[in-house]
């Protein structure tokens, strides 16, 4: 027993041992991490193949089947304990109904070692968001011109039973807020892309990296979603955006953390 206590902890100081706690800037060992998607339903895992069924509920009571659920995550950033910042520029679009998307391995290297935090956007920010992008236009992603152009954050789709019993459709799209009762003068009265923090990830020359979406979260907290009352024609709909950013802050959790063999 004790031998093999002792065998354990060699294979952490292995893994661990030479990376610094203080600063990645020197190190010489380069490694692409890979970043994978789960989804679920407040603990019960969810895939495509549970699509098209009420098989959920929300906080609010609502019986609810998702037809389509795809978003896109955006500048990765890694910070090290000395504060440095290395932010791998670029964007990957999650589908969960085609099975897409669930694994994105970063397109240029960081430094091995212990970083302090890694995160993430949601969406993409308004600078990201003016840019053009070939994949976006050719998965139909794009918000029309007259709301502010560029491209959606999340595009969420299905049913639901309603107050009177009857199924009724929900898009539940996130998009930059826009005020587009003025088209020839539009406002954006708060941003609604949204930075998730992970935490401190210890990062080796074999990582991969868990992201978590609780779907049930984009209908509860901090506003309990009433699908009766927010349900379709929710893109120029500025203050349905601002709720959708507020619940989409307590979506996203690092899930497990897995090192391959050095």
């Known amino acids: 027993m004790i031998r093999k206590i002792l065998l354990q902890l060699c294979i952490v100081l292995c893994v661990f041992g030479c990376e610094s706690d203080d600063s990645n800037s020197g190190n010489s060992n380069q490694t692409s991490p890979t970043f994978t998607f789960s989804h679920d339903w407040d603990g019960t895992p969810v895939s495509s193949s549970d699509f098209n069924n009420f098989m959920f509920t929300t906080a609010n009571g609502e019986s609810v089947s998702i037809e389509r659920l795809r978003y896109v995550i955006s500048d990765i950033t890694f910070t090290a304990n000395s504060g440095e910042i290395l932010n791998i520029n670029g964007h990957h679009l999650v589908d969960v109904t085609n099975d897409e998307g669930f694994s ?21 920010d308004n600078e ?4 053009n992008y070939p994949d976006l236009n050719s998965a139909n992603f794009n918000v029309p011109d007259m709301l502010g152009g560029g491209y959606h954050y999340m595009q969420f789709d299905g049913k639901f039973i309603n107050s009177n019993m009857e199924e009724m459709g929900f ?20 941003d609604t892309f949204f930075t998730v923090n992970l935490g401190s990830i210890p990062i080796t020359s074999s990582t991969e990296i868990e992201i978590e979406m609780n779907i049930a979260e984009w209908f509860k907290n901090p506003n309990l979603w009433d699908l009766n009352v927010y349900n379709q024609m929710l893109m120029p709909n500025a203050t349905a955006q601002i709720l959708m950013y507020e619940n989409g802050l307590n979506v996203f959790s690092l899930g497990e953390i897995t090192y391959g063999t050095e």
Not at 128 to 131: I, R
Not at 172 to 187: E, G
């Open 104 to 124: 994105y391995t970063l397109p240029s290297t960081i430094p091995t070692g212990t970083f302090a935090n890694v995160s993430f956007t949601f969406g993409l």
């Open 128 to 131: 990201d968001n003016s840019q």
């Open 171 to 190: 898009n539940y799209h996130a998009i930059r807020a826009v005020d587009a009762s003025d088209p020839n003068n539009l406002i954006f009265p708060q």
